[in-house]
T-cell receptor, first 113, second 115 residues
Framework: GNSVTQMEGPVTLSEEAFLTINCTYTATGYPSLFWYVQYPGEGLQLLLKATKADDKGSNKGFEATYRKETTSFHLEKGSVQVSDSAVYFC????????????FGAGTRLFVKA | DAGVIQSPRHEVTEMGQEVTLRCKPI?????LFWYRQTMMRGLELLIY????????DSGMPEDRFSAKMPNASFSTLKIQPSEPRDSAVYFC?????????????FGSGTRLTVV
């Protein structure tokens, strides 16, 4: 079945550091891939997505590239801010899973000033 | 659009009581999902609807849980009777039915505490 594996947290960085959160997936079909962000006390928000191989999703300085050959969708940001402190979820969705989205366990990011 | 609206934001109830959580999806979104989030188990899909019809309720933990979607703009999740282990944050999310390329829009959640 479909699954998503992301790196365990927490990840602690200083402000302006480079961020990478690893995500790999297993899927029987051709999934769309997503990153969601959850700030304290809020629901998840869609951060970016990519719907086919080699697509790059980007938003708010975050980027992720859909790599079919390595079944990966790593999240990156060149310079993090304290306001980026949150939990980040990698997810996939495809027709073989019906309309459901499979979420990773989440990675907590702490950014220190 | 006001987004996905959930009510109440917080609910504290005594064990054995009935609890009803409410959700209004984004207008035009045909898929609706109920999730539960806890520290121990993370994010769990409870049930999802497409065009108001329940498609998969395999995540509903027990018969004490039930969900309805009487029309395209309203859904409820009911727990009867409630137990302390039901304490969690419950999220509703909606999405267009477009073949799986769209993400979800989540509500702000209902934090349920059963004492």
């Amino acid at each position: 079945g479909n699954s998503v594996t992301q790196m365990e947290g927490p990840v602690t960085l200083s402000e302006e550091a480079f961020l990478t959160i690893n995500c790999t997936y297993t899927a029987t079909g051709y999934p769309s891939l997503f990153w969601y962000v959850q700030y304290p006390g809020e629901g998840l928000q869609l951060l970016l997505k990519a719907t086919k191989a080699d697509d790059k999703g980007s938003n708010k300085g975050f980027e992720a590239t859909y790599r079919k050959e390595t079944t990966s969708f790593h999240l990156e940001k060149g310079s993090v801010q304290v306001s980026d402190s949150a939990v980040y979820f990698c997810a996939l969705r495809d027709l073989t899973g019906g309309f459901k989205t499979i979420f990773g366990a989440g990675t907590r990011l702490f950014v220190k000033a | 659009d006001a987004g996905v609206i959930q009510s109440p934001r917080h609910e504290v109830t005594e064990m054995g009581q009935e609890v009803t959580l409410r959700c209004k999806p984004i207008s035009g979104h045909n898929s609706l999902f109920w999730y539960r989030q806890t520290m121990m188990r993370g994010l769990e899909l409870l049930i999802y609807f497409n065009n108001n019809v329940p498609i998969d309720d395999s995540g509903m933990p027990e018969d004490r849980f039930s969900a309805k979607m009487p029309n395209a703009s309203f859904s409820t999740l009911k727990i009867q009777p409630s137990e302390p282990r039901d304490s969690a944050v419950y999220f509703c999310a909606s999405s267009p039915s477009s073949g799986g390329t769209d993400g979800y829009t989540f509500g702000s959640g209902t934090r349920l505490t059963v004492v």
